[in-house]
């Protein structure tokens, strides 16, 4: 395929019938924006098991042999590429000015961004830039060592003539945002992950109002919760209301007290901390139930950084008692320590009932020093994420060696689809491109034209209207 030199190009690189992965240019003359660089999320098929060594000077290389990024010309710089530089055109030898524009933190939409080009600029949303700093300091960073560039929301801002607005959208994660695209071709949606069941729904109402202020002719619409028509059996109908019964990101602390009350002996809790949303929630959950909130280290520093909540306590696990005496303990973790109260094991299993602890599956482990008799495990959205995941049989392996009571209280970062259906009869797009999904046929236009795409095809903009090329 060609590209047309006169008008706006897109094309699709990730994400078109996975959960993740998403990665979208869009190319206007002399001038181009990447959207997103992330990883397709499939621990049943991760090459990357955590046995295999990652080769730092090798990360571009060996991404691009097992066709985890993409091959996109003007990306990666010569140094990363070696041999590949003879099938794609080095960062420093590109012609065209590149960015790349994050919509938010999810590893499936942020987990390359550290292989590309140090002379290409990505951007995050000022919120976005906070959270990644605190994530950085935990030791949560994506692989690869660059700087980053903020923008804000509803500021817009300019690569060549191709103009980005940011537009905030809620998402279960810090920063979340869709992108209005406008060129002088016409103008492209790009809507990020969003949801209308989270703590925040009057941000999808605004992001509506907004996109219908500025305008659209294609709006590119992620559909991570879109089932098949042997699952769902009818058409998708447009319905704002949360339907009875669901849990939504408001109401998770309720169900979680309720539950604890329940309870004699401890609370345990999993989460995503990436989500700030649910660990506010997750305090309350503890208060209302006479409870104190224990927070594993890493969690209790986003907690300290990016919120204004004090009313929990930091779990000092053995492995910390020695780094602690030893006097190697990193900076960030000392300070942690001298600015919140700690509490070890054997505290906790003084009076078990009191408290509500956090613990990952990578520490489940500190449960066997713990006292769980009686206890209640919440899995809130926490990895495993789910039975697709081999490590999720495993958990359950422990807490039944443990005798521990299991309980799923959680909410996705996902629009269902009737909400995916009331957000696109609300702006009635022309043209509507639907992706991150297994099966994204199912979201369907109000009035216009559903454009399914394929990889390796030149999509033109051109007059408001897009053609493959």
């Known amino acids: 395929m060609t590209k047309d030199l006169h008008h706006t190009n897109i094309r699709f690189w990730g994400g078109l019938k996975t959960i993740g992965g998403t990665v979208v240019s869009v190319e206007y003359k002399n001038s181009r924006v990447i959207f997103d660089f992330g990883l397709t999320y499939d621990p049943a098929t991760n090459i990357f098991d955590g046995q295999i060594k990652r080769r730092s000077r090798g990360m571009v290389r060996d991404n691009l042999r097992l066709n985890l990024i993409p091959p996109i010309d003007g990306l990666y710089a010569a140094e990363s590429l070696g041999s590949y530089q003879r099938d794609l055109i080095p960062a420093e030898e590109y012609g065209q ?39 950085e300091v935990i030791g949560e960073g994506v692989p690869g060592i660059r700087d980053y560039q903020f923008c804000d929301y509803g500021v817009s801002f300019s690569i060549g003539e191709i103009k980005i607005t940011p537009i905030q959208v809620d998402h279960d994660i810090l920063g979340a945002c869709a992108y209005h695209i406008q060129t002088p071709d016409g103008v492209i949606l790009y809507t990020g992950d969003l949801r209308m069941h989270g703590k925040h729904p009057e941000q999808i109402d605004h ?26 059996r009818e058409a998708i109908m447009g319905n704002p209301i949360i339907p009875e019964g669901m849990t939504t990101e408001g109401n998770i602390p309720e169900k979680m007290s309720d539950r604890l009350k329940e309870t004699k002996g401890l609370g345990i809790f999993n989460v995503y901390h990436r989500n700030l949303d649910r660990l506010t929630g997750i305090i309350k959950a503890a208060q209302d139930s006479s409870r104190k909130a224990v927070f594993e280290p890493e969690t209790a520093y986003l907690l300290d950084k990016l919120t204004n909540e004090h009313d929990f306590l930091v779990y000092k696990s053995i492995e910390t008692i ?25 505290m906790i299993n003084n009076s078990p009932g009191e408290y509500y602890l956090q613990n990952t599956y990578e520490n489940v482990l500190e449960l066997f020093d713990i006292n769980v008799s009686e206890g209640i495990y ?27 009571d299991y309980v799923y209280i959680g909410a996705g970062g996902h629009a269902i689809p009737s909400h995916l259906k009331y957000i696109v009869d609300r702006i009635n797009p022309k043209i509507l491109i639907p992706l991150h999904s297994f099966n994204p046929e199912r979201l369907k236009p109000k009035s216009g034209m559903q454009m399914l795409v394929d990889y390796g095809v030149d999509y033109v903009l051109k007059d408001h209207q897009i053609t493959a090329n």
Do not use: C
């Open 97 to 135: 000015e590149t960015a790349v524009i994050i919509s938010h933190l999810h590893l499936d939409h942020i987990g390359a961004m550290g292989l590309i080009a140090p002379s290409i600029p990505v951007y995050v949303t000022k919120e976005s830039h906070e959270l990644y700093q605190a994530l």
């Open 207 to 232: 992001f509506i109002n907004e996109v219908n202020r500025l305008g659209l002719d294609a709006m590119i619409m992620e559909g991570t919760t879109l089932g098949s028509v042997e699952e769902m």
């Open 322 to 346: 020695f780094e602690e005496q030893a006097g190697t303990l990193p900076e960030w973790k000392l300070n942690l320590f001298n600015k919140h109260d700690t509490i070890r094991a054997e």
């Open 378 to 404: 919440i899995h809130s959205n926490g990895v495993p994420l789910g039975d697709f995941d081999p490590a999720y049989e495993n958990l359950k392996k422990i807490l039944t060696k443990l005798k521990v």
